[in-house]
């Protein structure tokens, strides 16, 4: 490789580097949290409408099936996210310990969700999609309270 | 009246057609993040796949030869390469999300896990390609696909505020809560999901694959002119469906049963059963064509012989493509990865290779060698200039989007 070219390499590894680095790092823990705060609340809500729709009979079981598992994955995802991030600050790790608390009680209503909807409790649906509402908007709040507006 | 026919059944099989796995994924996810106001990505990628569409049906016709044959003689071997590699490999990228599509289509319809329904959509794909004729293989998928018309009815039937939609459609700005980096990216996405690749390759080969004459220019100028914004307009309608539903209530498409709860919302059990038939039918409609592009990209490049109006015997090199082709998407597929992650990666990565694919058709149209007095008029050669510089802007921003935003997320 001559000069000019191994320069151009360098310059585009060093750009994709440092456009990397900012992606991944863009609010330290406190956005990294917030994010998957904001991922756990979502799932929570999409468990609250498919519970919604089971109760009206307005969706087919495999899809309502599929919805909650999808849901319950992207809670995990994200558990996994904030368990597994390294944190220095005492205050970072606070917000974690409070993250991963909210996030696993979504995580229990979604669970559960998904096996009043397969028929294994009986019951309606409204306290199961209060309950994902009430776990969806702790974790919305506690984003905005770790993770800034 | 038999001509009027073969003109509204094109014009249908072009609209139920339209959408893939790509275009459905991605506008979900812009409705639910950015509602309507990313509308004009769709708009714009519509009217480039239109103009360059019929430009390649055009060369098809005139000529009697498929884009890609003529690229390589006009342009040369290294440049066709450039482009065959660039466009393989997306085409590739994408084939591996229509499989992954169908299966999770199938998933919505049965709640078996997608990676026991990957294999058996890879063999009913190469299946379908081996037994059937090319104009009832594209008649049938086009024509279940309008099933997905139930985005449109479902965004009626929810009842939006229209003023507020249409509001955001034309008046576009960067949500509060997002990053303009973000906007631009799924901007990007956006576009090269409208724009994919495979699709100028498959209708230039399907020209040849179909005999078409330069009688045929005005019926395929109606599929496409026609055709083609009725699609954008359901493209819009799966964006709208999100924006009402699930924008408001935070929630982030991450599934294609994400794609599906707004249209039960709206419409309960008869509208998800009609979805679910549109699903399996876009994305295994698309998974045909995207393992034929496969085929005729690298049988066309190499001079082999191909095509389906010749027996499988007598293209075995092409066919033999499609099926490695096939076989290889179906691999990436049971490694485990997301087929909605590959989905996302594939309309970035279709952005990126969108010169390669634009800039020889342009060139190939201009040239009267080929074209005879069918080259491109002034106003088309203008757009398709303008076009070009909007292809190359969102190539070149594709990638470093892509870092700095994490893929969007």
């Known amino acids: ?149 | 009246m038999t001509r009027l026919l073969g003109v509204a059944l094109g014009i249908l099989t072009a609209i139920g057609g339209f959408l893939d796995i790509g275009d459905i994924v991605t506008n979900a996810v812009v409705g639910a993040r950015f509602g309507l106001s990313l509308a004009w990505v769709v708009v714009l990628g519509v009217i480039g796949i239109c103009l360059f569409a019929q430009m390649s049906g055009r060369v098809a016709a005139v000529s009697g030869r498929a884009t890609f044959e003529i690229i390589r003689e006009r342009l040369g071997a290294r440049v066709a390469l450039a482009n065959l590699v660039a466009s393989f490999l997306v085409t590739l990228l994408t084939l591996t999300a229509e499989v992954g599509g169908i299966a999770l289509a199938l998933q919505l319809a049965s709640a078996v896990e997608p990676r026991l329904w990957m294999p058996v959509a890879a063999f009913a794909v190469w299946l379908v390609i081996w037994r059937t004729g090319f104009k009832p293989m594209e008649n049938v998928t086009g024509l279940l696909g309008l099933c997905l018309v139930v985005f449109a009815v479902a965004l009626v039937q929810l009842g939006p505020d229209w003023s507020a939609l249409i509001r955001d459609a034309v008046t576009p700005s960067v949500p509060a809560a997002e990053h303009p980096a973000t906007y631009w990216f799924y901007a990007v996405a956006l576009f090269g999901a409208a724009m994919t690749p495979y699709e100028v390759f498959f209708f230039s080969s399907g020209a040849v694959e179909e005999r078409w004459t330069t009688k045929d220019i005005a019926q395929s100028r109606a599929d496409v002119l026609v055709g083609f914004p009725l699609g954008g307009i359901l493209s819009v309608a799966i964006a709208g469906c999100a924006a009402v539903v699930l924008l408001p209530a935070g929630i982030e498409v991450t599934s294609l049963s994400h794609v599906a709860l707004p249209v039960a919302t709206a419409g309960g059990l008869l509208a998800v059963a009609v979805l679910l038939v549109g699903l399996v039918a876009a994305t295994f409609g698309a998974a045909l064509e995207t393992a034929l592009s496969s085929g005729y990209m690298v049988a066309q490049y190499l001079g082999w012989s191909w095509g389906k109006f010749r027996r499988p015997a007598q293209a075995a090199r092409f066919h033999l493509t499609v099926i490695v082709a096939i076989v290889v998407g179906l691999g990436v597929l049971m490694t485990g990865v997301d087929p909605i992650k590959v989905t996302e990666y594939s309309v970035v990565f279709s952005a990126v290779a969108l010169p390669l694919t634009y800039l020889p058709i342009l060139v190939v149209s201009n040239d009267p060698q080929y074209m005879g007095d069918k080259v491109n008029g002034p106003v088309v050669n203008a757009l398709g200039q303008v076009f070009l510089v909007v292809v190359v802007a969102a190539s070149l921003a594709a990638i470093p989007l892509l870092l700095l935003t994490g893929a969007g997320s």
């Not at chain 1, 929570?44 to 729709?53: I, K, P, S, V």
């Not at chain 1, 994955?73 to 991963?100: F, H, I, K, N």
């Not at chain 1, 776990?135 to 984003?143: H, K, N, V």
């Open chain 1, 1 to 149: 490789m001559n000069r000019p070219h191994a320069t151009a390499v360098a310059c585009a590894v060093l750009a994709t580097l440092l456009l990397a680095g900012c992606a991944t790092h863009e609010g330290g823990t406190p956005g990294f949290l917030g994010r998957a705060l904001e991922g756990a609340a979502s799932a929570a809500e999409t468990g609250a409408l498919a519970a919604d729709l089971a109760g009206a009979d307005r969706a087919p079981a495999a899809l309502l099936d599929s919805a909650l598992g999808d849901a319950i994955a992207d809670a995990r995802t994200a558990a996994g996210e904030v368990a597994t991030r390294q944190v220095t600050d005492p205050d970072d790790a606070a917000a974690q310990q409070a993250s991963l608390a909210a996030i696993e009680e979504a995580l229990a209503a979604l669970v559960d969700a998904r096996a009043w909807a397969s028929g294994a409790h009986d019951g309606a649906a409204a306290p199961v999609s209060e309950r994902l509402r009430q776990a969806a908007d702790r974790l919305t709040g506690l984003a905005e309270e770790v993770g800034g507006p």
